[in-house]
T-cell receptor
Framework: GENVEQHPSTLSVQEGDSAVIKCTYS??????FPWYKQELGKRPQLIID?????GEKKDQRIAVTLNKTAKHFSLHITETQPEDSAVYFC????????????FGEGTQLTVNP | DADVTQTPRNRITKTGKRIMLECSQT?????MYWYRQDPGLGLRLIYY???????NKGEISDGYSVSRQAQAKFSLSLESAIPNQTALYFC?????????????FGPGTRLTVL
């Protein structure tokens, strides 16, 4: 089955700095890579996703990059703000009829004012 | 997301007791999932169901069972609860027919087994 590893487990940055979270996956057939944000005491919510037919996707201050050859993908947050503080999860799956997501272990991001 | 609800939100029980966690959704999604969240271990899949007649084990199904009573309802049971089942439990739904298999999570149930 799929195995997803996520690094770092904790990340502390100053407001305005950039943050990068990296994930590696084991199943070369995986083709869907979402990122979820979980604020303290809240449910996980999708913030961005990428499919294997593209190498990068951006949404305002958030971007995700994918390297299929190396089997890793990364979340980039620019101009971080205190409200970006949360746990971020990456995930991977084969987006087929029988697939389901495998999650990384999460990264606790703290943005210091 | 109020479209996915879980009951109860918090539960304290004793070792050996049977407990049921319930999940309901009004999103009309066929796919439903139960996850367990422990500190530092992310979200681990317990069971999933792609339609009412389809039930599949996830990576940590031992000690758990599920029932898909209808498209909108998916229940998780602990037949004989043990302390290491203390965790935060999330239900989720998805509908790949929308063009993406985005999962929508319920608010979670915090379960403590004494």
């Amino acid at each position: 089955g799929e195995n997803v590893e996520q690094h770092p487990s904790t990340l502390s940055v100053q407001e305005g700095d950039s943050a990068v979270i990296k994930c590696t996956y084991s199943d070369s057939a995986s083709n869907y890579f979402p990122w979820y944000k979980q604020e303290l005491g809240k449910r996980p919510q999708l913030i961005i996703d990428i499919r294997s037919n593209v190498g990068e996707k951006k949404d305002q201050r958030i971007a995700v990059t994918l390297n299929k050859t190396a089997k890793h993908f990364s979340l980039h947050i620019t101009e971080t703000q205190p409200e970006d503080s949360a746990v971020y999860f990456c995930a991977a799956s084969r987006e087929t009829s029988g697939s389901r997501l495998t999650f990384g272990e999460g990264t606790q991001l703290t943005v210091n004012p | 997301d109020a479209d996915v609800t879980q009951t109860p939100r918090n539960r304290i029980t004793k070792t050996g007791k049977r407990i049921m966690l319930e999940c309901s959704q009004t999103k009309g999604h066929d796919r439903m999932y139960w996850y367990r969240q422990d500190p530092g271990l992310g979200l681990r899949l317990i069971y999933y169901s792609f339609d009412v007649k389809d039930i599949n084990k996830g990576e940590i199904s031992d000690g758990y069972s599920v029932s898909r009573q209808a498209q909108a309802k998916f229940s998780l049971s602990l037949e004989s609860a043990i302390p290491n089942q203390t965790a935060l439990y999330f239900c989720a739904t998805s509908d790949p027919g929308t063009g993406t298999d985005t999962q929508y999570f319920g608010p979670g149930t915090r379960l403590t087994v004494l």
